[in-house]
């Protein structure tokens, strides 16, 4: 018999957790779930997401004890994995990192810019402090996050931290989807380099052709993400670049355009998910309700169920897959230091992930962009870690959607202001160990 596997789900009110329980359903006889724990903050979104989550368990008879909790450690304790997916602030942080910034004629986004830099600095701590208790009561266990900005929570906890850890994003699952399906190729293979939300496709390989030609001459895009107003690439951009970018290298390579329509746009996209997510809940307190709405895939985070629980089953039974996940590059790409967080292939076995080493890569434009803004997301972490404003003044002046001082120092003090709660560090004196 299989050893009884407990998994919790920190931030588990989250309106996309059915997802999650979606494929684990799907997965359950290569994935005997003995205890699932939903953990939250919010009281009212774990009685409400929780109780979906149940009744999809209990309508497929799975023999899974659901336990719902607000504490952590209870949550942890003796866990296999761990899937993290919080929001400190929850959604209206969001939208103060969205509109604070326009005011100062800076892009405001969740994950870019100087709104994504403040999303690092309320979720490092947090997320520091998760893997601090999982170090106590499950070192053996994974943990597997997707809180936003994932790169940089990989850059800090792969660094600050014991803890075991993969991080995850979807696009590069929309990104690859997409693109087999234009192409119609039933097996590629992709070669795929970047950071999290900054990351291109640079090679598409079948049956020994590689159809990255085909597709520059195309001027292919990937499907843009559903949380991202798309204008596209036109084809001069795709073959200037020489790869595929993600639809998040919009806000560098058309910063001005981007921020025009975000300055245009009646409600920020966090507005948005405010209202869909009430919409969500009023679904989800449907008591003959047991399945995921189909709602839920016009938020960005369609497909993460997929995205995460395959991963988790990748380890859980030493598949030896290829995944697309953010780890430390060890090498997998020469031009980057190996102890950078990236977001490339690996190789899912018990053991974790082996990064695949990219060779001959020679494209000096993605090279030069990933560094540089490497180099963001490491003064970005020390600003985080220390409560170091001379760190967070470095880190923005290297951000290509941020760049001048003035600007940055004025935003940055205001939005330290507005997460005053949630910025121990900035605001406490003694400096964290």
Request: hydrophobic share 40%; aromatic share 8%; with cysteine.
């Amino acid at each position: 018999m299989s050893k009884k596997l407990k998994i919790a789900i920190i931030g588990s009110g989250s309106t996309y957790t059915p997802e999650l329980i979606e494929g684990m359903i799907k997965r359950k006889d290569v994935l005997p779930i003995d205890e699932l724990v939903l953990m939250d903050i919010d009281a009212r979104k774990l009685e409400i997401v929780g109780k979906l989550c149940e009744r999809m368990i209990q309508a497929e008879h799975i023999p899974c004890r659901v336990v719902m909790t607000q504490n952590l450690d209870e949550a942890l304790q003796d866990a296999d994995f761990v899937l993290s997916q919080i929001r400190v602030g929850k959604l209206p942080a969001r939208v103060l990192d969205e509109t604070i910034p326009l005011k100062y004629n800076l892009i405001g986004q969740e994950t870019c810019g100087i709104g994504g830099f403040f999303k690092a600095m309320r979720t490092i701590p947090v997320m520091l402090h998760i893997a601090d208790r999982m170090q106590a009561l499950c070192p053996d266990a994974w943990l597997i996050n997707f809180s936003n900005p994932a790169g940089i929570i990989t850059e800090a906890l792969l660094n600050h931290s014991k803890v075991k850890m993969l991080g995850l994003c979807n696009v590069p699952f929309n990104m690859f989807k997409s693109i087999r399906e234009t192409l119609q190729l039933d097996d590629p293979h992709f070669t795929y380099v970047g950071l999290n939300h900054l990351s291109w496709i640079t090679a598409i390989e079948q049956a020994g052709t590689d159809y990255l030609k085909t597709a520059l001459d195309m001027g292919l895009n990937s499907e843009a993400m559903k949380n991202i107003p798309s204008s596209g690439f036109s084809k001069e951009i795709i073959q200037m670049v020489g790869a595929i970018p993600s639809s998040y290298l919009e806000y560098y390579y058309f910063k001005e355009k981007k921020l025009q329509l975000l300055k245009e746009s009646e409600l920020t996209r966090g507005e948005k998910c405010m209202q869909i997510e009430e919409e969500l809940l009023k679904i989800y307190l449907d008591s003959e309700l047991h399945v995921k709405p189909e709602l839920l895939s016009t938020r960005g985070g369609a497909n993460y169920s997929e995205v995460a629980i395959s991963l988790v089953d990748a380890i859980y039974n030493d598949k030896q897959e290829v995944h697309v996940v953010n780890l430390l590059n060890q090498g997998a790409l020469d031009f980057m230091e190996d102890n950078d967080a990236v977001e490339v292939c690996a190789v899912i076995g018990k053991d974790g992930a082996v990064p695949m080493k990219v060779e001959n890569f020679h494209n000096p434009h993605i090279a030069d962009y990933m560094r540089m803004v490497k180099a963001y997301e490491r003064e970005t972490v020390a600003a985080a870690v220390y409560g170091s404003e001379d760190a967070a003044m470095r880190a923005l002046l290297m951000n290509p959607l941020v760049g001048d001082y003035h600007t940055a120092h004025a935003c940055f003090q205001e939005l330290k202001a507005a997460h005053q709660t949630y910025l121990p560090q900035f605001f406490t004196k003694e400096t964290p160990e």
